[in-house]
């Protein structure tokens, strides 16, 4: 039984599914290394214009997998610290793949997304969470940090310093209604509407430039890595100028605005 499921619900539309629900969809490596390897794969499939995550069941990933966390491959021969540290790059590995793959990532977040599952949320592009949602950085409550898979990094990020303190040091739930409110998610949806949502914004991004999409994913993401806006926006101006002078796009879209219809975009 795959744990991971790759489908192509509509035109030019990825969706990937956390595949087992018995377990919330927790980490294990026998679930995340495939994540990994299906975002690579469809990162690279030219026809993919926007990717959509999600988890099968009542839950979007309950974080580590404490009963059964699967094989970690490649460890013979190591001692502990080194199997905990290749395990934790193994689970890295997916954020940043996340991160890397050409095209838009949208996170259909269906359940709770508790710990790392919290942190997996947070490194897709763009959420959408069912009014069931909620979300939780797991590991101060367990005597950890709550900082792990990046979450220190992009929380503050997306919805600000003070409330990502206080979201993290407290352990807390937070509401899909309460991420919606500030900004955690796009918005908060009822959970039969949760795909069509993801679906609608991906048609959307499906019919612009694809070098214009990918490009502005890549610079949303500089801004947040950049030491100072004069950089940005030197990085900025490199990005639309390649799209200007390399595709007739701002021509198409000019005639298409002239015409009355939809640009047709063929980069």
């Known amino acids: 039984m795959s744990y991971v499921l790759l489908d192509h619900p509509r035109e030019h539309v990825a969706l990937i599914t956390l595949n087992r629900p018995e377990r919330r969809n927790a980490m294990a490596f026998d679930v995340m290394i495939p994540l990994r390897e299906t975002v690579e794969r469809v990162s690279r499939d030219n026809d993919v214009r926007v990717i959509v995550l999600t988890g099968a069941g009542d839950g979007f990933c309950s974080g580590a997998d404490l009963e059964d966390p699967g ?4 460890i013979d021969g190591l001692t502990l610290p080194s199997i905990a540290r ?6 890295e590995d997916v954020v940043l793949a996340l991160r890397k793959a050409h095209q838009p990532v949208i996170g259909a977040i269906n359940g709770p997304a508790v710990g790392g599952g919290m942190c997996l949320a947070m490194a897709t ?19 950890l940090t709550a900082a792990e898979l990046g979450l220190s990094y992009l929380l503050p ?6 409330r990502a303190f206080e979201i993290m040091l407290s352990g807390r739930d937070v509401t899909a209604a309460e991420a919606a409110s500030i900004g955690l998610v796009s918005s ?10 993801a679906y609608a914004l991906a048609d959307r991004i499906a019919a612009y430039s ?6 502005t994913k890549r610079m949303l993401w500089s801004s947040l890595d950049t030491a100072g806006l004069q950089s940005h926006l030197e990085q900025e101006g490199t990005a639309q100028l390649l799209v200007r002078l390399t595709t007739r796009n701002f021509e198409e879209s000019i005639r298409a605005r002239k015409d009355g219809r939809p640009p047709v975009f063929t980069d």
Do not use: C, H, K, Q
């Not at 908060?188 to 949502?197: I, M, N, Q, S």
């Open 125 to 143: 592009d763009i959420r959408f969470a069912a009014e069931n949602a909620i979300f939780r950085a797991a590991g101060i409550n367990n005597g």
């Open 210 to 215: 694809r070098l214009g999409v990918e490009l």
């Open 157 to 162: 990020r997306a919805i600000g310093a003070s």
């Open 86 to 91: 290749r395990a934790m790059e193994e689970l």
């Open 188 to 197: 908060a949806v009822p959970r039969p509407d949760l795909l069509d949502t």
């Open 71 to 74: 094989p970690l491959p490649d």
